[in-house]
């Protein structure tokens, strides 16, 4: 086992100077920044879809929006439920325990295959939902078109993030970001064939899209299943071996740590799939805009979600470890770093809007001047909720290292959808601020949500969150 600064837990004895907060941030800075880099690598496979889509004009591009917004309600719950296999990794190796580690691995992939056909069959109804949410025709086609060859990406998608999980909590990211960094090759060559034709292909546009995406989730899988089974340092864990064995303690175990988590993602993703529903029905220019700003915003949050994965983990083996003092600063130091990001991304989308919506949507073309109009005013509200966006997943990842995910579930729902929507519903169509404000809604509902989960992670003693107190 590694012990350098990085991966060994930080000490119980209950000291908290100075050095040994600066020891915390490099430790949470050497284990996150591969995965910061990853994660934008990963959103870089949708902005790479989200640009293309934008090339075959803003109709297209709403088509997409929808289809993916779809998708990703159901898919990014299923991602959040299996990224405890993070935590539990993590925890049972700071507990000295490789026999969990393993039973952990195996159970994983057993929930990635049932959650995977509980969603296919909710997937392919794309069409009946969207037309009872008042959408244009032409999108639903379109959309149809798109989901129904996307929706297979689910399987193999979710059980690339149980391996991604198990080599975070081992230290092992580079290898994400290597292959994430290849997806993202594989997924701009793919989509410039299969969008446009180029190559020889036959130009199939959104269809084109679905199948690059499905093929390149099938890489990710298969590329890192392939160097968790062949590496010699993870050969020992037999992840594989008597696979179809089971192991419902674990799997259940698994099923009730991370369902919260999954509700909780899938409370936010909802909240913002609804925007998009909010945006399709103000016009195709508004969900355009919001298309584009969307993507700003979602780029931006891949850094606090990255360092929230690394949070998650130095938590996870401080509480593994019995260290209360090390969790103190595992959370605390994760918070400090993220918010000092989140303030500069905020400065950034305030003063430089009108150069980011540029970057999507055709600046010469006079067929697009209200769509970059819009988008640039919405980026600029985008920027204002950087820091509560910050916040809330940042203390979400701390309170995971800890296990503690039905409380946070139940705080999502109330900040999403008793603060968030109807602020949104109110001022973007009562009151017809429009676009501007639903985002409002976004924003109210997010800075609920990371005052209150924030709270609570101080409160994590008073709660009994931490790990006992070691005998004397």
């Known amino acids: 086992m590694m012990t350098n600064?990085?991966?060994?837990?930080?000490?119980?004895?209950?000291?908290?100077?100075?050095?040994?907060?600066?020891?915390?941030?490099?430790?949470?800075?050497?284990?996150?920044?591969?995965?910061?880099?990853?994660?934008?690598a990963q959103n870089a496979l949708f902005t790479t879809d989200v640009i293309m889509m934008g090339w075959l004009g803003p109709e297209s591009l709403a088509a997409g929006m929808l289809a993916t917004a779809f998708m990703n309600t159901f898919m990014i719950g299923g991602i959040a439920m299996l990224s405890v296999v993070a935590a539990l990794v993590a925890q049972a190796r700071g507990a000295g325990d490789s026999k969990g580690v393993r039973r952990t691995v195996r159970q994983g992939l057993w929930v990635a295959i049932a959650v995977s056909l509980v969603l296919w069959p909710i997937l392919w109804q794309v069409r009946p939902v969207l037309s009872a949410l008042g959408q244009a025709p032409v999108a639903i086609d379109r959309a149809e078109e798109y989901v129904h060859v996307a929706m297979w990406l689910v399987?193999?998608?979710?059980?690339?993030?149980?391996?991604?999980s198990f080599l975070s909590a081992l230290q092992q990211t580079r290898v994400i970001l290597l292959v994430t960094i290849g997806a993202v090759a594989l997924n701009a060559l793919l989509n410039w064939a299969l969008i446009f034709g180029n190559f020889g292909m036959p130009r199939l546009e959104l269809r084109g899209a679905?199948?690059?995406?499905?093929?390149?989730?099938i890489f990710m899988f298969a590329a890192l299943a392939f160097y968790a089974v062949r590496h010699r340092r993870f050969r020992r864990y037999h992840v594989f071996a008597r696979f179809?064995?089971?192991?419902?303690?674990?799997?259940l175990a698994i099923i009730r740590v991370g369902a919260p988590i999954g509700f909780m993602v899938l409370a936010e993703v909802a909240l913002f799939s609804m925007a998009a529903v909010l945006m399709g029905r103000l016009g195709t220019n508004e969900l355009a805009a919001h298309a584009v700003a969307l993507q700003c915003a979602s780029t931006a949050f891949m850094v606090p979600l990255g360092l929230s994965q690394a949070t998650t983990v130095r938590v996870g083996l401080a509480y593994g470890a019995g260290d209360r003092a090390g969790v103190a600063r595992a959370g605390w130091g994760a918070m400090i770093v993220t918010l000092a990001f989140?303030?500069?991304t905020c400065l950034l989308f305030i003063f430089y809007s009108d150069a980011l919506v540029g970057l999507f949507l055709d600046q010469d073309d006079p067929a697009n001047f209200e769509a970059l109009r819009l988008a640039a005013t919405y980026v600029v509200i985008g920027g204002i909720f950087q820091l509560v966006d910050g916040a809330q997943v940042s203390a979400a990842g701390a309170l995971r290292g800890l296990s503690d995910t039905t409380a946070?579930?139940?705080?999502?729902?109330?900040?999403?959808?008793?603060?968030?929507?109807?602020?949104?519903?109110?001022?973007?169509?009562?009151?017809d601020w429009r676009g501007v404000g639903v985002w409002l809604g976004l924003a109210g509902g997010l800075a609920f949500v990371a005052v209150v989960l924030t709270t609570r992670f101080a409160m994590r003693e008073r709660l009994g969150l931490l790990p006992p107190l070691p005998a004397q």
Not at 5 to 11: D, Q, R, V, W
Not at 25 to 40: E, V
Not at 155 to 164: A, E, I, K, N
Not at 408 to 431: D, K, Q
């Open 244 to 251: 179809w064995r089971a192991d419902w303690q674990r799997f």
């Open 342 to 344: 989140m303030t500069t």
């Open 408 to 431: 946070p579930m139940i705080i999502a729902l109330l900040g999403y959808w008793a603060v968030g929507f109807p602020i949104a519903w109110i001022a973007g169509i009562v009151l």
């Open 5 to 40: 600064e990085a991966t060994a837990p930080a000490s119980g004895d209950g000291k908290t100077s100075f050095s040994h907060w600066i020891a915390e941030m490099r430790a949470l800075l050497s284990l996150g920044a591969p995965l910061i880099l990853a994660q934008l």
């Open 155 to 164: 399987l193999p998608g979710l059980c690339y993030v149980v391996f991604r």
């Open 210 to 217: 679905a199948i690059a995406t499905l093929i390149v989730n």
